[in-house]
């Protein structure tokens, strides 16, 4: 008897790239649960059980062990730094991080720089011996130069559109990001053959629509 698997999706943007994804390797996720407000939807002819997340808690769910496998951002994980094994990389939801600022930036002792990754920011400046004073916010990071609340921002770019129509400059890129698959680190070994065969078909058809 083949194991229930446990599904940390994340709700926003990757979901509908991700269930598109796990669909075209073969896997039974009826469209309706793609609109639905239900937080955990069974699926027994998958044997599997979708755990609808805020992406930034996918990997915490894995690492306690109630999801066994997510699906994440890279940002996210090198922001969460979470005991996981990172199995996958599927290739959806490709953008970068990088370092942002006005067209007229100039070096000033001590700069403000504000992000949604205070780990990821105050990481890399300190690899580079560079003193900032990171300042944590959650969303429209854009605003912090327009507004005088920072002089530089770390945060993702995909077309650069949000950049341009504010009139920001990408300034230094720190990392590409796409879409991981995790798993808990028990649940690797207790399901492994669950697991296994999931990655390999997912591997096969990555490989196949060359997304990585
Ligand atoms: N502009 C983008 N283009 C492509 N991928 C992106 C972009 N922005 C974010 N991502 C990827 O999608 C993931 C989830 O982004 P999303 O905006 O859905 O999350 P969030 O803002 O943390 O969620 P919420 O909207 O629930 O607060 C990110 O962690 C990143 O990996
Ligand atoms: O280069 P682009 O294609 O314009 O995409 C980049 C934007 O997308 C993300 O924001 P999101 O839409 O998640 O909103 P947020 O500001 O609430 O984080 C990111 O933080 C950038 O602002």
Do not use: H
């Not at 609109?35 to 069974?42: G, P, V």
């Not at 609808?52 to 940002?75: R, W």
Request: proline fraction near 5%.
């Amino acid at each position: 008897m083949q194991d229930i698997l446990k599904v940390a999706m994340p709700k926003g943007r990757i979901y509908k790239q991700a269930s598109k994804l796990f669909r075209e390797a073969g896997l039974t996720i009826p469209d309706d649960i793609d609109d639905s407000r239900k937080l955990i939807i069974s699926v027994p002819e998958a044997r599997m059980e979708f755990i609808m997340a805020k992406p930034v808690d996918v990997p915490t769910y894995v690492e306690y062990g109630v999801a066994d496998i997510g699906v994440v951002g890279k940002d996210v994980l090198m922001e969460e730094n979470r005991n996981v094994y990172e199995l996958l990389d599927l290739g959806i939801a490709r953008c970068r991080m990088s370092v942002i600022g006005l067209p007229d930036w100039e070096p000033v002792l001590n700069p403000r720089v504000a992000t949604k990754y205070p780990n990821v920011a105050s990481q890399y400046f300190r690899e580079r011996g560079q003193q900032v004073e990171v300042i944590k916010l959650n969303g429209s990071i854009e605003l912090a130069p327009l507004i005088g609340l920072a002089d530089r921002i770390v945060d993702m770019v995909e077309t650069g559109k949000t950049l341009e129509e504010n009139g920001l400059v990408e300034q230094e890129q720190i990392f590409s990001i796409t879409s991981r698959l995790i798993a808990n680190r028990v649940s690797y070994r207790m399901k492994n053959e669950t697991i296994q065969a999931l990655c390999d078909k997912l591997q096969i058809l990555i490989a196949s629509t060359s997304r990585v």
